[in-house]
């Protein structure tokens, strides 16, 4: 039933900056954890950050935090990546994903049931 959009990313070089776009359609957006996360080539698929239904509670990986901010807007099923001070290993497949359950939230992959079908962010040296 839900389907996720993302959008923003793109070829740049290090240190430079760019705004991830994810909206979302078919569930009560409002109700539910959104997540980021992402995938290299030849690695799993980590989580990267977090914003809780109402956007009180956020959850930074200690590789994206004090550089990436996430925020949302749930008048719009919106929920924006703010990535500054790009570097190489952050090149990745970006992916929003939806929390399984409303009100409640994790860190965990298999707790998110939703995904889009991601944006490429490519980090040059």
């Known amino acids: 039933q839900v389907q996720l959009v993302e959008s923003g990313g793109g070829s740049v070089q290090a240190g430079t900056s760019l705004r991830l776009s994810c909206t979302a359609s078919?569930?009560?957006?409002?109700?539910?954890?959104m997540g980021w996360f992402r995938q290299a080539p030849g690695k799993e698929r980590e989580f990267v950050v977090s914003?809780?239904?109402?956007?009180?509670?956020?959850y930074y990986a200690d590789s994206v935090r004090g550089r990436f901010t996430i925020s949302r807007d749930n008048a719009k099923n919106a929920v924006y990546l703010q990535v500054n001070s790009l570097r190489p290993e952050d090149t990745a497949v970006y992916y929003c994903a939806t929390f399984k359950r409303p009100y409640s939230d994790s860190k965990r992959v298999d707790d998110y049931d939703y995904w889009g079908q991601g944006t490429q962010v490519t980090v040059s040296s």
């Open positions: 914003i809780n239904w109402f956007g009180g509670t956020t």
């Open positions: 078919g569930r009560t957006f409002s109700t539910y954890t």
